[in-house]
């Protein structure tokens, strides 16, 4: 069971996808005064992407992280960090 959990935890830490969440997380942990995520950075994405790119992206993360789809336990963080992200930038490109 240890071996089948630490396979899992290296696939997790070399995921480029949780790896850039993971980064996303840990900004302004370093700073003392208080840092909002960037929306953007949490998809892996640059700010002037196009509506369909952030889409796409989105679409992916959702199922790669969802609870019943990922395969790994303990992402449900990350997937709802991915649905708050998203919802902030859809506010912001006004898709409501």
Partial sequence: MSGWLNQMLQRMCNDPVLGEL??????GNQSSRSVGIDSYRVLGLDRGVADDEVKKRYRELVVRLHPDTAGVK???FLFHLVMAAYQQISKERGWR
Avoid: H, P, Q
Wanted: no cysteine; aromatic share 12%; glycine share 12%.
């Fill in 22 to 27: 993971w980064s996303a997380m840990k900004m």
């Fill in 74 to 76: 303990g992402t449900e």
